[in-house]
């Protein structure tokens, strides 16, 4: 699994969440399916007049969700850019292409006076596969996006009595001094942090 194996599957669920944080910080969340892939890229197109687009332009920041039917969750968290002005009309025509519904959104030359077309380039990619067990996580990045680590780990003042590994339910705990989390299979339910009677167990991030 990689960065570009993630970005397939993504156009394989083809319709996905897209969230952003509006003017009065509410969340807003919509499903886009106006999406071109490049190996290392998505571009999308949204109407200039919407919301979305007016959230995008202020600030940037999006997450986008994909669910396969294989129960793989992959989570892309980026900054979107517009695409510059004189390439908007090449990428328009790229993406109406290869979703021919949209002709009948934006019919003719609608589509160039309405449309603008995002890019984003760099990204952190979070993928979380429940459809194995045990589960399976990894983080990866496309351009200059970097991973933010989550979950939990735990210290050097843990006693080895056990408690975490017995109530983990994925098995990802190992024995040791101290004991230790297999990062790739954990939940980041907080089962070990909640029994550990040492504390030993912080949650990172």
């Keep these: 699994m990689d ?27 919509r499903n886009i399916s106006a999406i071109h892939y490049e190996p290392d890229a998505m571009y999308f197109f949204t109407a200039r007049g919407k919301n979305f687009c007016k959230e995008l332009l202020a600030d940037g ?3 986008i969700l994909g669910y396969t039917k294989y129960k793989e969750m992959i989570r892309l ?14 990428w328009i025509d790229t993406i109406f292409e ?19 077309v995002f890019q984003i380039t760099d990204a952190e990619i979070e993928y979380f596969h429940l459809g194995v067990n045990p589960i399976f996580r990894e983080n990866y990045t496309i351009g200059k996006g970097h991973i933010t680590f989550k979950g939990y780990q735990i210290t050097d003042t843990c006693v080895g009595c056990g408690n975490c590994l017995k109530n983990c339910p994925q098995r990802c705990i190992e024995k040791g001094n101290p004991y230790k989390i297999i990062q790739e ?21």
């Design 98 to 116: 290869e979703q021919p519904y949209l002709i009948n959104v934006y019919p003719e030359d609608t589509r160039k006076l309405a449309g603008i």
């Design 61 to 63: 920041r999006v997450q």
């Design 3 to 29: 960065a570009k194996i993630c970005l397939q599957k993504l156009q394989y669920v083809g319709v996905l969440a897209f969230a952003t944080v509006d003017e009065y910080g509410n969340p807003q969340i």
């Design 185 to 205: 299979h954990c939940l980041h339910c907080g089962n070990c942090h909640e029994v550990c009677p040492v504390k030993a167990v912080e949650r990172i991030g």
């Design 77 to 90: 968290s980026a900054k979107a850019e517009p695409v510059a002005e004189e390439n908007q009309g090449q």
